[in-house]
């Protein structure tokens, strides 16, 4: 395994993160446990949650794993400056999150999903949850403060000047780094830690192996070139994985043991293979399900991906619908696309501020044409 030092924090991080946002839900508590376990055995020691992932289970799959971790190991949570608006609900939440943990501090607390700078100077505003942040910090209940920013470049080195935390988390991958390169480079120069998530693109990457081939150029598969730019790029700390399963696991690590970073040669080369339209790609999240119409718009977005980027006709996204709704992943979903209101709430949860509604749209000029 690699380690890189976390920005001047003083922590060596290993290069390949576990993040637990993608368990697999079906399985017991201790099952997700124990594949916590196995990957710190592999040398992963920076492991990532949130409240409110798998369920809210994550935090306590975490908690269960950590009763008896076989090595060292950092971890990271996360608060909304939305929803934890005062000092006083801040510090609740990092109390919280470090019960179910079980841990005795957070080594690393992001300010989570900012999306625009208006977010950020909620979270810094007199009495607003930095300053709580700040108490648990004198408390010795986090060590350092972090950023989760879903930003353009220019305005995530706004936050960075502002030099009030340590490090941040940022969405990057091979496909996208062209127009994320700026906060990335800018962290890295100033002395901050980053890591990465989203490093397979949501699942684009090993859902089209075949479309992507060109970014390993015959050297193994898509998605372990994609891995070995983010594990390997001196820039980032961090490549944040979520696991589902011990081959994955063996997969990243052997990454990480074997990886050398991309030459300017190859990182030229895939710039110009890549399309402008991966910036705008639904990565999965899943922030803007909360659609008072029961809408799947994850579903919605992910299966858009087909046509915004790898550039299906209609006739081809027609028939990828119907496929869909009969056994990929809008099979069982209830809410249909054509019941949309308008109502603009996922695109304001948007981290990547798709323009949603208008995708919903031409999704169902496609299922009206299928129907016909």
Known sequence: MIYKEYGNTGKK?????????????SRSLEENAELVRYANSKGINYFDTAPGYCNDTSELI?????KDMPGQFY????????????AEKAIAAVKRSIERLGVKKINFYHIWCIRKLEHYELAMKPGGQYEGLL????????DHIVLSSHQTGNEVSKILNDGKIDGILLGVNI???????????????????????NPLAGGAIPTHEKELSFLAEGNGSATEAALRFVISCPQISVALNGFTNKEHIDMACRIADEA??????????????VSQSMNEACTGCGYCDKCPKGIPIPSF???YNEKHVFHKSDEQMKNILNDSFEWGILAGKRGLESECIECGLCE???TQHLPIIERLKEISMWARNKKS
């Open 62 to 66: 975490y908690g269960e794993a950590f």
């Open 348 to 350: 304001r949860e948007c």
């Open 75 to 86: 971890v990271s949570t996360k608060g909304m400056p939305t929803k934890l608006d005062t």
């Open 135 to 142: 108490q648990c910090q004198k408390e010795g209940l986090i």
């Open 13 to 25: 991080v290993s290069a390949v993160g576990f993040g637990g946002m993608r368990f697999d839900e």
């Open 301 to 303: 977005m992910q299966l």
């Open 175 to 197: 496909l996208n780094f062209t127009y994320r390169w700026e906060g990335v480079q800018t962290a890295y120069d100033m002395g901050y830690g980053v890591v990465a998530m």
């Open 260 to 273: 050398k970073p991309m030459s300017d040669q190859e990182l030229e080369r895939i710039k110009k293979m």
